[in-house]
């Protein structure tokens, strides 16, 4: 792959935008999605681990990320039950100044409130420059965005981020949601991660539930939303509208 082939892709609207649902754990109910970005080439459905480290290397992620959020607002602003909807932020935005009033033109444009749009950081990408990414929190929480923390506890600083950060909602990473059925320790950890996110007011998401009995554990321990295989794959947005918001 080289940068005219994702620059044409693009242009050629090859980039495509999927949703994933999200379910109360409680009432089983729809309350928000994911946006994740695939590349239809050809037949061929590019998952984003093929393309988009490359995307991030040369920058053009940022045209990406802007692509993707356009489209969630272009189609939001026709849904009548609102729902709200997460957009991977990559690292690279943290450094440009100018991207804070981009994701408000845009929002503006479709007239999409910012509570409706969660923006989710990674820890590796917060860490990578603590002072732009505590520059960036603020100036998005001004503006009324949520801020998400993308799989939290994978990285080597989670808590520390947690304390410099205000992070509205956590993810929890597909890796604890693994273990949660038959590990006793990582049940004591997530467990552990819940009941801490509840003090700081944080909603609980967690993520790659591929099972019942995960659900049903994550549901008993008190976390809030579930996203995973067992409920849905993340789908393109006019299946989502069809399945879900008709
Ligand atoms: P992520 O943000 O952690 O997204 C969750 C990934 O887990 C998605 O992979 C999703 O399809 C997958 N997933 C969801 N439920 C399950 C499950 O039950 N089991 C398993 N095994 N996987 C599940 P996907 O779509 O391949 O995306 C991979 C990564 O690429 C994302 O990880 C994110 O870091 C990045 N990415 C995707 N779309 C975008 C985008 O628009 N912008 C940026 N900057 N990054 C993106
Ligand atoms: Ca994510
Ligand atoms: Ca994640």
């Not at 602003?77 to 990559?90: R, T």
């Not at 509840?198 to 549901?219: P, S």
Request: one cysteine or more.
């Amino acid at each position: 792959m080289n940068q005219k082939e994702i620059e044409q892709a693009l242009e050629n609207k090859e980039i495509k935008v999927y949703l994933q649902p999200q379910f109360d754990l409680n009432s089983e109910k729809l309350v928000g999605a994911e946006s994740l970005v695939r590349w239809q080439r050809g037949a061929i459905m590019v998952p984003p681990s093929s393309f988009i480290p490359f995307c991030e290397q040369t920058g053009f992620i940022t045209q990406i990320d802007q692509y993707v959020l356009e489209t969630v607002c272009q189609h939001m602003q026709k849904w009548k039950q609102k729902i709200p909807v997460a957009v991977n932020e990559s690292r690279r935005h943290l450094y440009n100044p100018h991207h804070v009033e981009e994701l408000e033109q845009t929002i503006r444009k479709y007239g999409i409130e910012a509570k409706y749009i969660e923006l989710e950081m990674t820890e590796t990408a917060i860490v990578h420059d603590i002072e732009a990414a505590k520059e960036a929190e603020r100036k998005v929480h001004a503006l009324g965005f949520k801020v998400a923390m993308d799989d939290f506890g994978t990285g080597y600083s989670s808590f520390s981020m947690l304390r410099q950060i205000e992070i509205d909602i956590l993810k929890i990473d597909k890796s604890f949601v693994d273990e949660v059925t038959q590990d006793k320790r990582g049940k004591i950890i997530i467990e552990t991660i819940i009941s801490m996110a509840k003090k700081l007011k944080m909603t609980t998401i967690a993520e790659g539930i591929e099972t019942k009995e995960q659900a049903e554990y994550l549901k008993t321990i008190g976390c809030d939303i579930a996203q995973g295989y067992y409920y849905a794959l993340p789908m393109a947005i006019e299946e989502f509208e069809r399945r879900y918001l008709a």
